[in-house]
């Protein structure tokens, strides 16, 4: 594992997301077999993220990958606003329970580490170790492999226009997500706000969601347009504004 790490940082990354990917397409069809929901998936996720923390403790890449404290203050994070009402607004129609408690438990556990995996795998081991040769390159590659890579769910069942935009909104997402890594250093803000929008899709209220739009299309055209233009002014804004990270 270090062997292939320290001969190609980016190869290696992409066999974190092979993994990934394989792990949890593997996981859906066992809990669909099983009729368990999202306690396979959970357990492959749980342990990939256990494994790949301690393998970064002990060859001491915390800081590398930015899995350390923000440089600033967190009364100067107020520009954190906008992800944060993308976070949130699965849930701004309301929450509900969707799931038994157990699957519910699951399914937010599941995602929580989906959260970090993804953070660490695309925005650190894939954009770090391509940003040594060229970082402008590495931004839009890690922005695109993320939001490509959700094309997965094609194969655990979801619908296909659910997907595309779904990919679309990874992509825009995954922008302003690397661009927070690269100017403030530290993976953690971003892992938080990956956590916590993936995990409230376990509770939200969709019945109520789709009452107020009329469609299940008008929903997610709407709510992806609205997402898309926010991250398209965010970006601009951080990438105008936050010099003093460089």
């Known amino acids: 594992m270090n062997k292939l790490y320290k001969k190609n940082e980016v190869l290696f990354a992409c066999i974190c997301i092979m993994i990934y990917v394989i792990g949890t397409s593997v996981g859906e069809a066992v809990s669909q077999i099983l009729g368990v929901f999202k306690l396979p998936p959970m357990i492959f996720h749980l342990g990939f993220t256990v494994l790949l923390l301690a393998w970064l403790k002990k060859n001491d890449l915390f800081e590398k990958y930015g899995l350390i404290r923000p440089k600033y203050k967190l009364s100067e994070a107020w520009f954190f606003i906008p992800i944060m009402l993308i976070a949130f607004f699965s849930v701004f129609f309301g929450v ?81 997500l690397v661009t927070i890594f690269y100017k403030g250093k530290s993976l953690i803000p971003c892992i938080i706000f990956h956590g916590i929008n993936n995990a409230l899709s376990a509770v939200s209220d969709e019945q109520a969601a789709l009452k107020f739009f009329g469609s299940v299309e008008k929903e997610l055209y709407i709510s992806v347009g609205i997402s898309i233009i926010i991250c398209i002014v965010y970006s601009i804004k951080l990438w105008r504004d936050f010099e003093m990270y460089e």
């Open 96 to 176: 509900i329970l969707k799931y038994s408690v157990p699957e519910t438990l699951f399914y937010i556990v599941s995602m929580l580490c989906v959260g970090f995996l993804e953070e660490v795998i695309f925005r650190g081991l894939l954009f770090v170790g391509m940003a040594k040769k060229n970082t402008k390159t590495a931004i839009i590659v890690s922005s695109l492999t993320f939001g490509i890579g959700h094309i997965v769910n094609l194969l655990n069942g979801q619908d296909m226009l659910e997907t595309i935009l779904q990919i679309i909104f990874a992509c825009a997402v995954g922008f302003v």
